[in-house]
């Protein structure tokens, strides 16, 4: 099973989503939505970017142990969305 979004009430009256991972941990939390409409276009947002998107590292400056790990991850993260896709 893939990982999925879930729509969620925010306790200030609008909307968040929240993506989980396959084994139910939860992985991120998005910004609050006025409406259900607005939450359903983050989504649709959050796909089209994690397909493509690069990482941009604003982290504290440290050596990767591998710097071609991000580019192996990207590329994994890009094949994945493919396939979610086509299903």
Do not use: C, N
């Not at 790990?69 to 896709?85: H, N, P, V, Y």
């Amino acid at each position: 099973m893939a990982g999925y979004f879930k729509l969620v009430d925010a306790h200030d009256g609008g909307f968040r989503v929240k993506l989980t991972a396959p084994d139910g941990s939860l992985v991120a939390v998005s910004t609050f939505f006025a409406t259900k409409q607005e939450a359903i276009a983050g989504i649709e947002l959050i796909r089209e970017i994690a397909g493509t998107g690069p990482i941009v590292d604003h982290s504290r400056d440290e050596e990767l142990v591998q710097e071609d790990f991000l580019r192996s991850a990207t590329a994994e993260l890009a094949a994945d969305a493919g396939e979610i896709r086509q299903a």
